[in-house]
């Protein structure tokens, strides 16, 4: 099973970011996939989730407007899009998968993104 997130950065207020997750080694459908920040002496915190089929997706309500999350199924692949971004968007940015049945759950590496002047 693969996991990896690409697409941090260091980029100023009100700047965009895209990341990526690309997957491998599981069924991607049967997945929800999510994204979790975690910010600078902070827990890991959830910013957005899709289900598996792609169907519906939650935002925390500190990102709604401004993230767009969506997948890629023929690549296995989520992404997050991150407009008019702000400093309190800083933080590592870590890819979810969670199985259906509750039964595996596969985290990567994570992605730095600094906010930042």
């Known amino acids: 099973v693969h996991v990896v997130e690409s697409g941090g950065g260091l980029v100023q207020p009100g700047g965009s970011l895209t990341l990526s997750c690309v997957t491998s080694g599981f069924p991607f459908t049967d997945y929800a996939m999510s994204w979790y920040r975690r910010a600078p002496g902070l827990g890991r915190a959830l910013v957005a989730a899709m289900t598996g089929t792609g169907g519906s997706t939650h935002y925390e309500n500190s990102v709604k407007g401004r993230f767009t999350m969506s997948r890629d199924t023929s690549k296995s692949t989520v992404y997050l899009q991150m407009n008019n971004l702000e400093p309190a968007d800083t933080g590592m940015y870590y890819c979810?998968?969670?199985?259906?049945?509750?039964?595996?759950?596969?985290w990567g590496q994570g992605t730095q993104v600094t906010v930042s002047e």
């Open positions: 979810n998968a969670h199985e259906g049945w509750g039964r595996y759950d596969y």
